[in-house]
């Protein structure tokens, strides 16, 4: 039998370059329906406060942005190019606008795709990942190797915020 927990408030109120590699390997579940899925969270980026260029909150407060300037734990979702829904996870304490986005889960690469396929809309901004019962992150205990790179498709940031090492995906090993 798998040992699982819900993932606590706790778990979301650390900074986001804490909490970001630490979602590598957690356990992403959803309800839709009468359906429970659940997903291994494979590919997250983060994004840092009003400082970082590439954060939506580098803008300050707006409507869009209002959730991530709420304490962890909340899911920022948000939509691009009029058909992509992408799925964050609030990071950090109140007034301290930061993000994780969701960027890959096992079976699914992108994060277009995975919110299509697990059927994430508009409807999920603002709910609380640690009381909703359609979508919550659990921990197996399962500790998977980690790369680092570059974030993906944000060179309108410019440097330094371009080269920042702020992509965490999980290491498969190598076959021999």
């Known amino acids: 039998m798998i040992l699982c927990k819900r993932i606590d408030e706790s778990f979301f109120c650390r900074d986001v370059l804490e909490v970001a590699?630490?979602?590598?390997?957690?356990?992403?579940?959803?309800?839709?329906?009468k359906t429970i899925s659940e997903f291994i969270i494979t590919e997250v980026e983060?994004?840092?406060?009003?400082?970082?260029?590439?954060?939506?909150?580098?803008?300050?407060?707006?409507?869009?942005?209002?959730?991530?300037?709420?304490?962890?734990?909340?899911?920022?979702v948000y939509l691009i190019y009029g058909m992509y829904w992408m799925l964050n996870f609030v990071t950090g304490n109140k007034d301290e606008p930061q993000a994780v986005l969701i960027r890959g889960i096992e079976g699914f690469?992108?994060?277009?795709?995975l919110t299509k396929q697990l059927k994430i809309d508009g409807s999920f901004y603002g709910e609380n990942l640690c009381c909703s019962d359609r979508l919550w992150i659990e921990d197996r205990k399962q500790k998977p190797g980690i790369n680092t790179s570059k974030r993906i498709g944000i060179d309108y940031a410019g440097e330094p915020w371009v080269?920042?090492?702020?992509?965490?995906?999980?290491?498969?090993p190598k076959n021999c």
């Open 109 to 113: 690469d992108g994060p277009g795709k």
């Open 21 to 33: 590699p630490d979602l590598i390997g957690k356990v992403l579940v959803i309800k839709n329906d």
């Open 163 to 172: 080269s920042k090492p702020w992509n965490f995906r999980i290491s498969y």
């Open 46 to 76: 983060a994004y840092r406060g009003e400082e970082d260029k590439a954060c939506h909150a580098n803008k300050g407060r707006t409507g869009r942005t209002e959730i991530m300037y709420h304490s962890g734990g909340h899911i920022y």
